[in-house]
């Protein structure tokens, strides 16, 4: 079968682009032809049809653009001319079988899509975060769950500065956002709409998509490349490994830790907040926390394969975290916050335990319960490598997608 995989990015960004990537490798070994659509970017990964990814959109603060700019922007960001005339040409040359869809919001926009119908390439899109139901993606906003907007409704984004802190930016994405609810341009031509949690699929549910046009398919990690190792003594440390953003609940997560001082706690990642973490981290005096910064995939999995065990303190609707997967492939229990797909992986007392979301304290009790029983550790561990093996394995994944592909080809 012929798969396009549709992406902004043609290079690994965050979680949503390793899954394309490690989808796009399990479907190539089983001898499925890739074809790749984007944007240019130098760093992108190699490929024959990169001479047919769409410019780069510019996304600063439309404020600090030129007035040209920003209304070749907004006019991009609402319908891509380039977009639909470049996939039609790749679509021409290549005669996929299947469009499978990731995060094409800005960058590509829904444009594409009638191309691929009047072609009669069947389309499936994987919901990696909640751009069809909250302008900002996340349904958060100043440090907390926000779901205030709702269909053809988004003054709130503007009033909130939802987006980037910016009332220019978050206007742009609310009449975005309002314009493709209007038309109904994604969901009048979207096949399939590939839900990785049942979190996720209740919420485009409740969208008013049909059930038969949502289906749950759980993430995969590859059991091999992550596999247990390292520290047979169940652990020195435990470890955080993520975007360093408010989001993510890693100054929630430095302070409980912060009242462990026998916890040495490692937080590998950067991002915007790192600056302000390390900071909370030596106001708290805690000399248990360590911030390694970037680290590689490799030396992630070996940081993973000798932690006692990993923490997971999200504040928004993590949809299904790649990092809980691989911990879990690894032998390792999770500890996490209760919200969103998160209690989908992370079981009460069978592969982890559950905080929260936001609450130090309840974070604390969760950490040095699982810190002090190594014993407990390595049983919920176990569990969570079997978890990997049935549910959430390639072969699992594989079986689930290819059936979804062949229900939404047309020819």
């Known amino acids: 079968m012929?798969?396009?995989?549709?992406?902004?990015?043609?290079?690994?960004?965050?979680?949503?682009?390793?899954?394309?990537?490690?989808?796009?490798?399990?479907l190539t070994e089983r001898e499925h032809e890739i074809?790749?659509?984007?944007?240019?970017?130098?760093?992108?990964?190699?490929?024959?049809?990169?001479?047919?990814?769409?410019?780069?959109v510019e996304l600063a603060d439309?404020?600090?653009?030129?007035?040209?700019?920003?209304?070749?922007?907004?006019?991009?960001?609402?319908?891509?001319h380039e977009a639909a005339g470049r996939i039609g040409i790749l679509s021409d040359m290549s005669m996929p079988d299947v469009a499978h869809l990731h995060n094409i919001y800005h960058h590509l926009s829904p444009s594409i899509l009638k191309p691929l119908e009047e072609r009669g390439v069947g389309t499936v899109m994987?919901?990696?975060?909640?751009?069809?139901?909250?302008?900002a993606l996340r349904f958060y906003n100043n440090g907390q769950v926000c779901e205030k907007c709702r269909p053809m409704h988004y003054s709130n984004c503007v009033s909130g500065r939802c987006v980037h802190g910016s009332r220019a930016a978050s206007a742009l994405c609310a009449v975005e956002m309002f314009f493709?609810?209007?038309?109904?341009?994604?969901?009048?031509?979207?096949?399939?709409?590939?839900?990785?949690?049942?979190?996720?699929?209740?919420?485009?549910?409740?969208?008013?998509?049909?059930?038969?046009?949502?289906?749950?398919?759980?993430?995969?990690?590859?059991?091999?490349?992550w596999a247990p190792g390292g520290d047979e003594d169940g652990g020195g440390y435990i470890l955080f490994s993520g975007r360093l953003s408010h989001e993510k609940g890693v100054e929630t997560l430095v302070?409980?830790?912060?009242?462990?001082?026998?916890?040495?706690?490692?937080?590998v990642g950067s991002g915007m907040l790192e600056t302000r973490v390390r900071q909370l981290a030596r106001e708290l005096g805690a000399e248990n926390i360590e911030f390694t910064g970037f680290k590689s995939e490799k030396?992630?999995?070996?940081?993973?394969?000798?932690?006692?065990?990993?923490?997971?303190?999200?504040e928004w609707y993590e949809n299904a975290p790649m990092s809980v997967l691989e911990a879990f492939a690894c032998g390792k229990p999770a500890v996490a916050s209760r919200i969103g797909g998160i209690p989908e992986m992370v079981r009460e007392g069978e592969t982890g335990l559950l905080a929260e979301a936001g609450d130090a304290e309840d974070l604390r009790r969760a950490v040095e319960r699982l810190w002090g029983d190594p014993e407990f550790a390595r049983?919920?561990?176990?569990?969570?490598r079997r978890l990997i093996e049935t549910e959430y394995s390639p072969e699992t994944h594989y079986d689930k997608i290819l059936k979804t592909y062949q229900e939404v080809k047309r020819t």
């Open 2 to 26: 012929k798969i396009m995989q549709v992406n902004k990015f043609w290079r690994v960004r965050g979680g949503s682009e390793r899954y394309v990537f490690e989808l796009s490798r399990m």
């Open 35 to 56: 074809i790749p659509f984007a944007m240019e970017d130098p760093a992108n990964e190699p490929s024959r049809y990169s001479a047919l990814f769409v410019s780069p």
């Open 62 to 80: 439309p404020y600090r653009m030129p007035l040209w700019k920003r209304i070749g922007t907004a006019k991009r960001i609402l319908s891509s």
């Open 126 to 135: 994987t919901i990696h975060d909640y751009k069809l139901m909250c302008p």
């Open 180 to 225: 493709h609810d209007a038309t109904s341009a994604y969901t009048s031509r979207i096949d399939r709409f590939i839900a990785p949690s049942r979190f996720v699929a209740e919420k485009l549910l409740g969208r008013g998509l049909p059930a038969g046009r949502v289906v749950v398919i759980p993430n995969f990690v590859d059991p091999q490349r």
């Open 255 to 267: 302070r409980a830790v912060a009242e462990l001082p026998h916890i040495p706690l490692k937080v």
């Open 299 to 314: 030396e992630v999995r070996r940081l993973v394969q000798n932690a006692r065990f990993v923490c997971t303190p999200s």
């Open 379 to 384: 049983e919920l561990g176990a569990n969570a």
